[in-house]
């Protein structure tokens, strides 16, 4: 899903959104790492996916989840979780949150089958003796981690209470192109189903690499010549919309390519680290955000990072706000802005209200020292001419 308010190609010197979760250096230190090549390196209850919408399809189709059942979902949400509940046939019953992203006036569904709590920028929609009661009393609970895992979710010792889904998709805080995890409790049960799903062609897994390079390349490098090439690329549609993970063809061939998972696998031991560089950014520019009287939303911790700081703006003050930025090479994001696919909801006043008001900056862990001082620069200098009032 993009911005309404974003130019994804408006590189050549300016600070990006998307594909900043990594490096150029670090992907072909990735690549190099001897990590890489052991695909049994990863703890045996993770399984990798070519996205995070596929991951949450297949582990939902594992314990028959399908047509006609309930499932209950947070309303400020990304399509990619709702597409995989229509393609299902399941029965969509939108929550709504509060600005920290917790639930609001929540009742579970007498037929909830499902429940997905979605962890968002660091905000828990339910709380750990919510989720154990609803445990309790039958209903299959998954946490959504992937606007918010963090630093511990990579450790060596991993134990996980809920089934999780995380996404490292080009604007996330971690990204190789396209990929999501699958981690299950230890007591899952899940290696014969993932055995019978087809993995990312070979050709189709270059090709994705390819736009992978080209991206961490030139999004934080950009020149006039290069985002002229983007450009003409994306006009040509060479360049992958996330979209295309819902089509019949990945829904079969869902299991991550095998370069792709060489280039995560390489990686896997240093996203904690860097994951921990992109929280001291977050927190940065989010405590100069409230000296200013900004609302942000977004929290950080060794539990969560989150790919932006989230804060809210009224509507007479976010436009403004946004050209500043954009003047200044920095592109602003607005997730979510609008209501994902699925049944109208009309009382969730909370989430409508976040849909207008939403605002975030990029803090990803790729960010480099002088963009960071013209980042804050910039923000400084506008909330210093327009003051916040509300």
Excluded at 290 to 299: A, E, I, M
Aim: glycine share 6%.
């Amino acid at each position: 899903m993009l911005d309404k308010y974003s130019n994804p190609s408006r590189w050549g010197g300016g600070i990006s959104i998307l594909w900043r979760g990594n490096s150029f250096k670090n992907y072909v230190n990735s690549f190099q790492n001897n990590e890489s090549k052991d695909i049994c390196s990863l703890p045996n209850t993770i399984y990798p996916f070519d996205s995070a919408r596929n991951a949450l399809f297949h582990y939902m189709k594992n314990i028959g989840i399908g047509e006609g059942d309930v499932v209950q979902v947070m309303h400020y949400t990304c399509d990619a979780v709702t597409d995989v509940l229509i393609d299902l046939g399941c029965k969509i019953n939108f929550y709504d949150c509060n600005s920290n992203f917790e639930a609001v006036d929540f009742k579970l569904h007498a037929d909830c089958k499902l429940l997905i709590s979605q962890i968002t920028f660091g905000g828990k929609a339910h709380t750990d003796s919510e989720l154990e009661e609803f445990s309790k009393n039958g209903v299959k609970v998954l946490l959504d981690k992937s606007l918010s895992y963090g630093p511990n979710d990579f450790k060596s010792e991993l134990n996980t209470t809920y089934p999780t889904i995380i996404s490292f998709e080009v604007s996330k805080s971690f990204t190789v192109g396209w990929a999501g995890l699958l981690i299950l409790p230890q007591s899952s049960n899940f290696d014969q189903y993932y055995k019978s799903i087809k993995r990312v062609g070979i050709i189709r897994d270059i090709y994705r690499n390819i736009l992978l390079i080209l991206n961490l390349y030139i999004s934080p490098k950009g020149s006039k010549l290069k985002f002229f090439a983007w450009l003409f690329l994306r006009l040509v549609q060479f360049h992958r919309a996330s979209s295309s993970s819902s089509s019949k063809y990945s829904r079969i061939h869902s299991k991550l390519g095998l370069l792709t998972l060489r280039i995560l696998l390489g990686s896997y031991k240093s996203i904690s680290k860097n994951l921990a560089i992109a929280n001291k950014n977050h927190n940065e520019i989010a405590n100069l955000l409230r000296s200013f009287s900004v609302k942000v939303n977004s929290k950080v911790c060794e539990d969560m990072s989150s790919p932006r700081v989230h804060f809210l703006l009224s509507n007479k003050i976010k436009d403004k706000f946004i050209n500043h930025m954009n003047q200044n090479n920095i592109e602003v994001g607005t997730w979510f802005d609008s209501a994902p696919s699925g049944p109208t909801c009309q009382k969730l006043v909370h989430s409508e209200n976040l849909f207008l008001e939403s605002v975030n900056l990029p803090c990803h862990w790729s960010l480099t020292e002088s963009e960071m001082c013209h980042m804050i620069a910039i923000i400084e200098n506008f909330f210093t001419e327009n003051a916040i009032t509300q």
